[in-house]
């Protein structure tokens, strides 16, 4: 007898959604490209965000950066979400089942966590209509934390196509 996540799983995995994906010879590999194109921009820039928090290009502002950088990552979920559910669903009774892809929904949940606290108590809004000040140490660990679950993430996500 099956549970009810393992039935959940299977009706995902062969609902009409799903089955034209497979079966579509153009479909997957769009989703997949639409995919990466997400994950360069959001990864891409919450790097080169995490880059100056760190210390580097100390000439660029923070703030400006923040404001130049934070839409286009914005963006990149936009991609990455929805191409990910279709992707999932595809294949979703083996990913339900792979701890590779449970850590990887793990690392995605501490990657939105530290986002959260970095942008409501390290560097909240109100800190970013005052003037550029020496930044605290909790950003360069978030910074540290940031770069380190992301490569997590890719790593993982490159795992699971194996």
């Known amino acids: 007898m099956l549970s009810a996540t393992e039935n959940t799983l299977r009706w995902l995995e062969r609902s009409s959604w799903a089955v034209h994906i497979r079966q579509s010879l153009w479909l997957y590999p769009a989703l997949e ?3 990466i194109t997400g994950i ?6 919450a790097f080169l965000f995490d880059l100056r928090l760190l210390g580097f290009s100390k000439n660029l ?7 130049h950088l934070l839409p286009w990552s914005r963006k990149g979920l936009w991609l990455i979400v929805p191409s990910g559910i279709l992707l999932f669903i595809t294949n979703a009774e083996t990913l339900g089942k792979d701890p590779t892809f449970w850590l990887k929904m793990l690392l995605l949940a501490v990657a939105g966590l530290n986002a959260l606290v970095f942008h409501q108590i390290v560097y909240p809004p109100k800190f970013r209509l005052q003037p550029e000040k020496q930044l605290p140490l909790s950003a360069k660990v978030s910074a540290s934390i940031s770069i380190m679950v992301w490569i997590a993430v890719i790593a993982c996500g490159r795992l699971l196509a194996y």
């Open 61 to 67: 502002p923070v703030r400006d950066l923040a404001n």
């Open 33 to 35: 490209i639409v995919h």
């Open 40 to 45: 360069a921009l959001l990864v891409g820039a």
